[in-house]
């Protein structure tokens, strides 16, 4: 049997304490992450649209945390991706810098907001974005 491990009160199962991660919280963590890579292999999207509506909805992140623990996936998931991409001749990589340089200012721009914004307010500004995108593409 793996050793327990503990994790910070907000990501553990028992909200006022650290406690040890339950086998079926991993197995959710990694069905997260799971279609979080197919998304992103399969249409470059994966972190925000799904990732995150899953941390929330089928693990119980507020929406600041579920943003945060999916941009330390999104970071691991999008340096295998774009190196398989390059390898399949599909990446650009200095257009990659030119939008990922003034990205890191618009994150800390994001950042700064989300922490003065209710959680519920992030949580509808979120949906209305994934709904404006859903919408867009199907007009398309």
């Known amino acids: 049997?793996?050793?327990s491990f503990q994790l910070p009160s907000s990501v553990a199962s028992d909200p006022g304490s650290p406690?040890?991660?339950?086998r079926d919280r991993?197995?959710?963590?990694?069905?997260?992450g799971?279609?979080?890579?197919?998304?992103s292999g399969v249409f470059g999207v994966g972190g925000g649209s799904v990732i995150v509506p899953?941390?929330?909805l089928w693990l119980g992140y507020n929406q600041l945390e579920a943003a945060a623990t999916s941009l330390a996936a999104i970071a691991l998931i999008a340096a295998f991706a774009a190196a398989l991409q390059g390898i399949y001749g599909n990446l650009r990589f200095a257009d990659g810098l030119l939008v990922g340089v003034p990205a890191m200012g618009g994150v800390m721009i994001?950042?700064?907001l989300a922490r003065r914004l209710p959680h519920g307010t992030l949580g509808l500004i979120f949906a209305a974005v994934l709904l404006a995108a859903a919408i867009e593409l199907v007009l398309q």
Do not use: Q, R
């Open 1 to 3: 049997m793996p050793p």
């Open 19 to 22: 406690a040890p991660v339950a």
């Open 26 to 32: 991993i197995l959710k963590l990694g069905v997260v």
């Open 34 to 39: 799971v279609a979080g890579g197919f998304f």
């Open 54 to 56: 899953l941390l929330v």
């Open 110 to 112: 994001g950042a700064w």
